[in-house]
Nanobody, 118 residues
Framework: QVQLVESGGGLVQAGGSLSLSCDAS????????MGWYRQAPGKQREFVAR???????NYEPSVKGRFTISGDNAKTTVYLQMNSLKPEDSAVYFC????????????WGQGTQVTVSS
């Protein structure tokens, strides 16, 4: 199992920037990818961005060009740089990690609140 701890959320005005980070620790498993989902009140959790262990990235269309996902060389920390934030980006952001030991697993962090004021 992988434990994930997010940090970096907060309150920012529209047009501003925030950076999130997520540290993975725990069993010595090989993480295949890490990424971010978000969930706004009354809405389903939605995909935001993903980075694989070879550095390939994917983004939800509404954040592409504004958000950048990156990881460290040890592949145990993932970052999300969020620029040009909009009120609709307000949500709890959850980090996740994909790993397998012959069976695919996904572990989640507890989430960090991002609030963008208009």
């Amino acid at each position: 199992q992988v434990q994930l701890v997010e940090s970096g959320g907060g309150l920012v005005q529209a047009g501003g920037s925030l950076s999130l980070s997520c540290d993975a620790s725990g069993s010595s498993v090989s993480i295949n990818a890490m990424g971010w989902y978000r969930q706004a009140p009354g809405k389903q959790r939605e995909f935001v961005a993903r980075i694989s262990n070879i550095g390939s990235t994917n983004y939800e269309p509404s954040v592409k060009g504004r958000f950048t996902i990156s990881g460290d060389n040890a592949k145990t920390t993932v970052y999300l740089q969020m620029n040009s934030l909009k009120p609709e980006d307000s949500a709890v952001y959850f980090c996740y990690a994909e790993w397998d030991n012959g069976v695919s697993h996904i572990d989640w962090g507890q989430g960090t609140q991002v609030t963008v004021s208009s």
